[in-house]
């Protein structure tokens, strides 16, 4: 059977015509109003307050980068894939969300792979006032396939190199492995190449 507008109107007429067919009045008024309520309205505060939320990640991840840019990295500039910070905040959120205090209870390990070595950038704590429940590390990788990543090869090792300043692309690909601190549940690792 499919609810239609006409059925879920409760038209009398449509529900005589369902008397007559065998169905028992009570059980078609329930099923109806079961449907009413099981399909929520999106609450659009909690898409706003997830939106901003995830946003506000992005941002926490960007500083991260720019900050460690010149003092752990020793570069000029980094360029990050579009939409690479946005994918990794929206994983972040997807991992919390399972988590007692969610986000709030996150510490977060930023880390740099460079030729299989892993660089410390930063540890982002989300919220300093809430006893850490989990621990994610973030490992982004460097696209070793651009041009750039040979041209600094080959201008390294020139005379002219001191005044050379590196350019550090990033590959879209990263690591996020959560821990949990209160569980004896093993962690969780995506990967995206």
Same mark, same amino acid.
């Given at each position: 059977? =499919?609810?239609?507008g006409s059925?879920?109107s409760k038209?009398?007429a449509?529900?005589?015509?369902?008397l007559?067919r065998g169905?028992?009045p009570?059980?078609l008024l329930?099923?109806f109003?079961?449907?009413?309520y099981?399909?929520?309205?999106?609450?659009?505060?909690?898409?706003?307050?997830?939106?901003?939320?995830?946003?506000s990640?992005?941002?926490m991840?960007?500083n991260c980068? /720019?900050?460690?840019?010149?003092?752990?990295l020793?570069?000029?500039?980094v360029?990050?894939?579009?939409?690479l910070t946005?994918?990794?905040a929206q994983?972040v959120?997807?991992?919390?969300?399972t988590?007692p205090?969610?986000?709030?209870?996150? =510490?977060?390990h =930023?880390n740099?792979?460079?030729?299989? =070595?892993?660089?410390?950038?930063?540890r982002?704590v989300?919220d300093?006032?809430?006893v850490?429940?989990f621990?994610?590390t973030?490992?982004?990788?460097q696209?070793?396939?651009?041009?750039? /990543?040979f041209?600094?090869?080959?201008?390294s090792?020139?005379?002219?190199?001191?005044?050379?300043?590196?350019?550090?692309?990033l590959?879209s690909?990263?690591?996020l492995?959560k821990?949990?601190?209160y569980?004896?549940i093993?962690t969780t690792?995506?990967?995206?190449?």
């Amino acid at each position: 059977m =499919v609810a239609t507008g006409s059925l879920s109107s409760k038209n009398s007429a449509n529900i005589s015509e369902l008397l007559d067919r065998g169905f028992h009045p009570g059980s078609l008024l329930s099923d109806f109003d079961y449907w009413d309520y099981v399909v929520p309205e999106p609450n659009l505060n909690e898409v706003i307050f997830e939106e901003t939320t995830c946003q506000s990640l992005v941002k926490m991840l960007e500083n991260c980068l /720019s900050k460690s840019k010149q003092t752990k990295l020793g570069c000029s500039k980094v360029l990050v894939p579009e939409k690479l910070t946005q994918r990794i905040a929206q994983d972040v959120l997807r991992l919390s969300s399972t988590e007692p205090c969610g986000l709030r209870g996150c =510490v977060m390990h =930023v880390n740099l792979e460079i030729e299989n =070595v892993c660089k410390k950038l930063d540890r982002i704590v989300c919220d300093s006032s809430v006893v850490p429940t989990f621990e994610l590390t973030l490992v982004f990788k460097q696209d070793n396939c651009s041009w750039t /990543s040979f041209r600094d090869f080959f201008f390294s090792r020139a005379r002219f190199s001191s005044g050379f300043r590196r350019t550090l692309i990033l590959s879209s690909g990263f690591r996020l492995v959560k821990k949990k601190l209160y569980s004896l549940i093993g962690t969780t690792v995506i990967e995206e190449s």
